[in-house]
């Protein structure tokens, strides 16, 4: 074969296997689609055939509703086309998949979004080795280093009970962030009721019904003020600022988000309490992620392929940046 991974195709609107017809989390509406996970950038409606994990298709159809949908679960093998695809996990969201297409003796892996902590809703990220690995990078500069997120959590928590007479109003993307922050809650020990915004109940009632336990919550909606002092409000981050939340006794306002690394983001949207929580690798993974594959070739998509590409030559690994668009943040998107 000329050049590796030459059956792959780059295209702004997303990433084409030529030889499965198919692509991989396209920005437009395509006859087949190979899904990694439910946030809208990469799941978008509209698609003929969609082959995604099962949770990523339940996510799908509670959003948009039901899809020409394929299932694969991980480590199944499918073939599309003339190529053998499998979904392993990324540990981004609930269901979120890296996915291995095989063809001609050559594998590529396209990682989607991904980090590499613990998170307990997702099953954790599976280092698969490659001759390409198609990375994202959204935190690719050496500035990002995320916290622990059980300190973050301790500091949400230690907050919440210094204030006894107010509530904390936690900004959090509807899918994944808002699940996470709820079962890192519960893992720290704090089984009070939760109180949620009506943009995230859907998607909490799913996860529960995939096996993801998330405890009492409660509807925000209705609860009168008294009852929300000292308890922890889940909000998308557009309603941090918003009519809605003026109902609320006296809210901390705070934001689980990558971004919040930065102070001036922290203060765009007015937020009190930072906790810098995210589903994306920081610097460090993305680069332990790149060593441990080791790939032949690094491809490098959505996010900041500048730096990632100057550590690949740093280190001798060969590297190229794919300008697709369509692709944002979900912290940056609500
Ligand atoms: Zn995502
Ligand atoms: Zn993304």
């Given at each position: 074969m000329a050049r590796l991974g030459s059956w792959i195709e780059p295209f702004p609107e997303g990433i084409y296997v030529k030889p499965a017809d198919a692509w991989v989390d396209p920005s437009q509406p395509k006859p087949q689609a190979l899904v990694t996970h439910g946030h809208a950038d990469h799941a978008r409606s509209g698609h003929g055939a969609v082959w995604a994990t099962p949770e990523t298709l339940a996510i799908m159809a509670v959003r948009y509703g039901e899809q020409q949908g394929r299932p694969v679960a991980y480590g199944e093998t499918v073939r599309v086309g003339e190529v053998d695809v499998s979904f392993v996990p990324?540990?981004?969201?609930?269901?979120s998949a890296q996915i291995i297409l095989e063809y001609k003796g050559e594998r590529v892996v396209v990682t989607g979004d991904y980090k590499r902590r613990p998170d307990p809703t997702c099953a954790p990220f599976v280092v698969t080795p490659c001759d390409v690995l198609i990375t994202e990078?959204?935190?690719?500069?050496?500035?990002f280093t995320h916290p622990d997120t059980g300190s973050e959590i301790d500091r949400l928590l230690h907050r919440l009970h210094s204030e006894p007479e107010r509530c904390v109003l936690v900004g959090a993307y509807a899918l994944g962030k808002a699940q996470r922050v709820i079962a890192e809650l519960r893992a720290r020990g704090h089984h009070e009721p939760i109180y949620y915004h009506g943009a995230v109940e859907r998607l909490c009632k799913l996860y529960e019904d995939l096996g993801v336990s998330l405890g009492d919550l409660r509807p925000a909606t209705g609860a009168p003020k008294d009852e929300l002092k000292g308890k922890i409000v889940i909000a998308p981050p557009s309603a941090l600022n918003d009519r809605w939340s003026r109902r609320l006794p006296d809210p901390v306002t705070a934001m689980a988000s990558g971004w919040m690394r930065i102070r001036q983001r922290a203060r765009q949207r007015n937020v009190e309490l930072p906790l810098v929580i995210s589903d994306h690798g920081d610097w460090e993974e993305l680069t332990r992620t790149i060593r441990e594959v080791a790939p032949r070739e690094v491809w490098i998509t959505h996010g900041r392929e500048d730096a990632l590409m100057h550590w690949c030559a740093m280190h001798q690994i060969k590297a190229r940046e794919l300008n697709l668009v369509?692709?944002?943040d979900e912290d940056e998107m609500d």
């Open positions: 990324a540990g981004h969201v609930l269901g990078a959204t935190f690719g500069l050496p500035v369509g692709y944002e």
